[in-house]
Structures are given as structure tokens and as C-alpha cells.
């Protein structure tokens, strides 16, 4: 069975950081480009970054370049999305999703003083 | 960087057909796109229909169909069900970049 379990979320203040993670189990994890989409609540989706299937590639969304960092880990088969210097429009849910379309659960970062 | 658009909200009749499409700011929507469609219920999580244009997923109900359809990238249900009233969204690729339609709430009435 497919899994991708996201952890990381939590409260912090503007400026900060926080790293979020993705475990992905079920499937081969080599063989798929890895997304970050997020949602704020009440409000559409938003692709974020995703990286290609050996990691020699990274595209980000504009709003967050310079500041958002995603790599992976074939050998914990976990895809990272190191968040840095975070807004108050960063505040959403974050998931991780697979390239052939299976979803985290999500975490929540919000960021607030 | 590319706009997707896709309607705003769209009405379907229970049983029958309606077709929710996906448009690119760059020009037609191709299979290099590799157009996607998303399900998301109210204060669900969203649930992916179709892959790659036209691919569904084990749970996806046979009442949906992806295609490529007068330059688009397009949904079509036939067959709606109360149970299909839902926001949908499409995500296309632009060379490695993302990018989401806004969404169409469909409602089944």
C-alpha cells in the first residue's frame, strides 16, 4: 500500500524556519518525481516545488525561490522541504504528493508572531 | 509564469454528462503537460482522479474520463452522482514547473 505520511508543521514566528518532511513507503520511491503543494484554508491549491526521481533536478514556485529548499532521501525514501526565512502568506497545510498522484495527509505550518 | 484556467463553477443534473475543462495562458494543452485532476470534498483533503492526462486510479469511478479536448485538458463525468459535488482542480507542467487551475466547484442538482 502507497503511503507518504508528512510531519514538520507548527507555529512560527516570521523570519523563521522549519524543515517539513515526507516518509513515502509502498512504492518505489527512485521511480517518482516528488511534489510540495500547499492550501491555505478555505482558499485553492498551490504547486510549491518538486524534485526529479535521482534529485539532479529542483523547480520551485516563484514566490517562495531563495527561501524554500526540497531535496530528497532515496536511502530513508523521504522527500524534505527546508523552509526558510518564512511569511505570514506562507501560513497553509503542506503536502507531499508523488508524481503519479498519491497524497500526504498534510501538516499545517502557520506563521504567526 | 503560465495562468490555468479552468470555470469557476459549473451545474450537472444527477445522471448526467458535463465536461469541466482546463486551458493553458501559453497556448494548447498537450500531453507533455501531463495534465492532472484533483477531487476535493469539503474539509477533505484532495484525492487525485486522473493522471497524465487520462490515466485513473484504482478508486477513481469509471463516470470519469480524462482527455484532451479543442486545445484543453479536460474532465468529463458521465453519469453525476450527489456524491461527485466537489471542487476539481487541474495541474499542468511547464517544463518541471507547476501550476493549478483556480478550481471549479461542481454541483449536482
Known amino acids: 500500500e502507497v503511503q507518504l505520511v508528512d510531519s514538520g508543521g507548527g507555529l512560527v514566528q516570521p523570519g523563521g524556519s522549519l524543515r517539513l518532511s515526507c516518509a513515502a513507503s509502498?512504492?518505489?520511491?527512485?521511480?517518482?518525481?516528488m511534489n510540495w503543494v500547499r492550501q491555505t484554508p478555505g482558499k485553492g491549491l498551490e504547486w510549491v516545488a518538486n524534485?526529479?526521481?535521482?534529485?539532479?533536478?529542483?523547480y520551485y514556485v516563484d514566490s517562495v525561490k531563495g527561501r524554500f529548499t526540497i531535496s530528497r532521501d532515496s536511502a530513508k525514501n523521504s522527500v524534505y522541504l527546508q523552509m526558510n526565512s518564512l511569511r505570514v502568506e506562507d501560513t497553509s497545510v503542506y503536502y507531499c504528493v508523488n508524481s503519479r498522484g498519491y497524497w500526504g495527509q498534510g501538516t499545517l505550518v502557520t506563521v504567526s508572531s | 509564469q503560465a495562468v490555468v484556467t479552468q470555470e469557476p463553477s459549473l451545474t450537472v443534473s444527477p445522471g448526467g454528462t458535463v465536461t469541466l475543462t482546463c486551458g493553458s495562458s501559453t497556448g494548447a494543452v498537450t500531453s507533455g503537460h501531463f495534465p492532472y485532476w484533483f477531487q476535493q470534498k469539503s474539509g477533505q483533503a484532495p484525492r487525485t482522479l486522473i493522471y497524465?492526462?487520462?490515466n485513473r486510479h484504482s478508486w477513481t469511478p469509471a463516470r470519469f474520463s480524462g482527455s484532451l479536448l479543442g486545445g484543453k485538458a479536460a474532465l468529463t463525468l458521465s453519469g453525476a452522482q450527489p456524491e461527485d459535488e466537489a471542487e476539481y482542480y487541474c495541474l499542468l507542467y511547464y517544463s518541471g514547473l507547476g501550476v493549478f487551475g483556480g478550481g471549479t466547484k461542481l454541483t449536482v442538482l
Open positions: 497524465d492526462t487520462s
Open positions: 509502498g512504492f518505489i520511491f527512485t521511480n517518482y518525481w
Open positions: 524534485i526529479r526521481e535521482d534529485g539532479s533536478a529542483k
